[in-house]
């Protein structure tokens, strides 16, 4: 099993910037992959973004590219999330997601795919 805690949420204007942590512990050797995902009030959790934890190759939801960017610390066994030039559509909650199983890239951009959750972390952007 592995615990994942997410942090770095709050509330910002439109444009700000914004860095979410995911930090994991407990068996964190079986992860091959991190990704996060959202979701905004009445609708669907959606993909966000995902690296591979051997390959580091990046997967970021199409919309999303330019302003989101994943990476992460080994020593620390953190993923993070930069958000940049914020929209209010952007408001929702944020999900880090571990997945201990070794996908083909496309595979991390379901939520099925992963085993481990965060309970996820509020942004709110205000216009």
């Known amino acids: 099993q592995v615990q994942l805690v997410e942090s770095g949420g709050g509330l910002v204007q439109a444009g700000d910037s914004l860095r979410l942590s995911c930090a994991a512990s407990?068996?964190?050797?079986?992860?091959?992959?991190m990704g996060w995902f959202r979701q905004a009030p009445g609708k669907e959790r959606e993909f966000v973004a995902a690296m591979h934890w051997t390959s580091t190759n990046t997967y970021y939801a199409d919309s999303l590219k330019g302003r989101f960017t994943i990476s992460r610390d080994n020593a620390k066994n953190t993923v993070y999330l930069q958000m940049n030039s914020l929209k209010p559509e952007d408001t929702a909650v944020y999900y880090c997601?571990?997945?201990?199983?070794?996908?083909?890239?496309?595979?991390?951009?379901?939520?099925?795919?992963?085993?481990?959750w965060g309970q996820g972390t509020q942004v709110t952007v205000s216009s």
């Open positions: 997601a571990a997945s201990e199983t070794d996908y083909s890239g496309s595979a991390y951009y379901s939520s099925y795919q992963y085993d481990n």
């Open positions: 407990g068996r964190t050797f079986t992860t091959y992959a």
